[in-house]
């Protein structure tokens, strides 16, 4: 008999055991079987919030077994909270098994849909924290399938919140936004008082599901705040698609001995390496940040040509090859891009620590030993 933690049939709970066990299935999307399995010891030492700031603390992660959420858990687990993850495992999404590799027996997971309302109730009470990164990504696929954008980052936000207003008041939220919802910056570096431009459906609704935890806080006062997030990159990241991030895709045909393309190459950029991401999030839980929105930058802006340079030389060679952008890319492209972000630094006290070319170097060694489980393409060569 599986043991059952909701009284909703869709949200079934199984434990399996931890070594030896199956990756886990893939969900085809809608409403999944929830199933929650110990997720091996976390990896120690590290900058951030002291341990005891986190020791025996419940958090739930939406998303969790994507790029940020699944290093944001590792972070946790690292520091001794409870975490419970949520996900859908919609393989076009990004969430991964092996992301939670290290940690399986220190967390648990919970496959379902925030799509669906009735699975939300039991899994937000009694958390302390919720970081909530739950969403579609891609801004093409949200240009030729809005109503699935429109579905995951704006009507799924609404569940969460009234599950949160009605069932855990007492939490705290930190959503993840995106810098897409300024669009094509009217000056730089792109500051919170900037015009909020978004330039596709996905820019759109990210900002309705950043507007909902805003107006959650003003008028039901639950302590949601949000990070508006530049480009993140780092271990766990998607590299088969370039449905994440571009960078991605260059990391992957690098590693292979393949060429990848840059498309215009003169654009600015700035970056933030996975793990100052994590410490964005975990600086976020405090009260100096409630109802309001940051950007999260890094360190100083790139072209897309002199970062294609910098990948290149801390992977030891390759190439690249500059192109015009595809005409359904350029309509939606933003140009220039890169954020203020010293509001979030006063409040919190957070600042990046990883460089570009140090990150680049963490990266590339990570998956020269772990391509093989985030590729459906060849190993890197011999």
């Not at 199984?14 to 929830?34: H, I, K, L, Q, V």
């Not at 790029?67 to 076009?92: K, N, Y």
Request: hydrophobic fraction near 40%.
């Amino acid at each position: 008999m599986l043991p059952i933690e909701t009284p909703y049939l869709t949200n079934l709970t199984f434990n399996t055991a931890a070594s030896g066990s199956n990756p886990g299935p893939e969900s085809t999307g809608g409403t999944s079987p929830s199933i929650s399995r110990p997720v091996a010891a976390a990896p120690g030492g590290g900058p951030g919030a002291a341990s005891n700031d986190w020791a025996g603390r419940s958090v739930l992660i939406t998303g969790g077994l994507g790029f940020i959420g699944s290093s944001l858990a590792h972070r946790l687990v690292e520091m001794g909270a409870d975490v419970l993850i949520v996900d859908s495992l919609i393989p076009q999404y990004g969430g991964n098994w092996f992301n939670l590799h290290g940690i399986e027996d220190r967390i648990k997971v919970n496959l379902s849909d925030l799509r669906d309302r009735h699975v939300l109730p039991h899994l937000v009470r009694g958390r302390d924290v919720i970081f909530n990164l739950v969403g579609q990504t891609s801004h093409l696929d949200s240009m030729t399938d809005p109503l699935t954008d429109l579905a995951i980052n704006t009507e799924a936000q609404l569940h969460l919140l009234e599950a949160c207003r009605k069932d855990a008041p007492q939490t705290r939220i930190v959503f993840a936004s995106t810098r897409q919802i300024y669009g094509a910056p009217s000056y730089l570096p792109v500051d919170e008082r900037h015009p909020l431009v978004p330039p596709d459906v996905n820019g759109i609704n990210k900002l309705a599901g950043e507007f909902y935890h805003l107006l959650y806080h003003r008028v039901h006062g639950l302590r949601a705040s949000s990070l508006r997030l530049t480009n993140t990159y780092g271990p766990r990241m998607r590299v088969k698609d370039a449905r994440q991030t571009f960078l991605g895709i260059w990391i992957r045909l690098a590693l292979q001995g393949k060429p990848f393309e840059v498309w215009g190459g003169e654009q600015l950029r700035d970056f933030t390496y996975v793990d100052d991401a994590v410490e964005a999030f975990l600086a976020a839980v405090t009260p100096a940040t409630e109802g309001k929105a940051f950007n999260i930058g890094g360190f100083p802006p790139l072209s897309l040509a002199a970062l294609a340079e910098t990948l290149l030389a801390a992977n030891g060679g390759g190439s690249s090859v500059i192109k015009p952008f595809p005409p359904d890319r350029k309509k939606i492209d933003i140009g220039d891009y890169h954020a203020d972000d010293s509001a979030f630094r006063a409040a919190t006290g957070w600042r990046p620590r990883v460089d570009m070319a140090e990150g680049l170097g963490r990266t590339l060694d990570w998956y020269r030993a772990n391509l093989q489980h985030y590729s459906e393409e060849e190993e890197i060569p011999k």
